[in-house]
């Protein structure tokens, strides 16, 4: 499994940026029932969960981005994605997108996403 991510960006606060990850080497059968998720770090502090969805399209988010976030994931093409919108400089980190499969976790390489004030 490769994970390859895109997007990411310098924008204004309040601004709006997409990220998509595309998961390489597995079948639609394995992707379609497999949670996927967006991470985050910013500098000088631990990687954090920003939002998970599982494989009947359930979602989660940290309390943080509820309401400006939304994850999505098109099965069919193996994707999934991250609107972000009303970002604030607080949002500035590298993005990573994340599955986990047989008790083994995959990365994706990490996207900039830089929010100017």
């Known amino acids: 499994v490769q994970l390859q991510a895109s997007g990411g960006g310098l924008v204004q606060a309040g601004g709006s940026l997409s990220l998509s990850c595309v998961a390489q080497?597995?079948?639609?059968?394995?992707?379609?029932?497999?949670?996927m998720a967006w991470y985050r770090q910013a500098p000088g502090k631990q990687r954090e969960l920003v939002a998970v969805?599982?494989?009947?399209?359930?979602?989660n988010y940290a309390d943080s981005v509820k309401g400006r976030f939304t994850i999505s994931r098109n099965n069919g093409k193996k994707t999934v994605s991250l609107q972000m919108n009303s970002l604030k400089p607080d949002d500035t980190a590298v993005y990573y997108c994340?599955?986990?499969?047989?008790?083994?976790?995959?990365w994706g390489q990490g996207t900039q996403v830089t929010v100017s004030s």
């Open positions: 994340h599955m986990q499969r047989d008790g083994i976790p995959y």
């Open positions: 080497r597995t079948i639609f059968s394995v992707f379609r029932v497999i949670d």
């Open positions: 969805i599982n494989g009947n399209g359930n979602t």
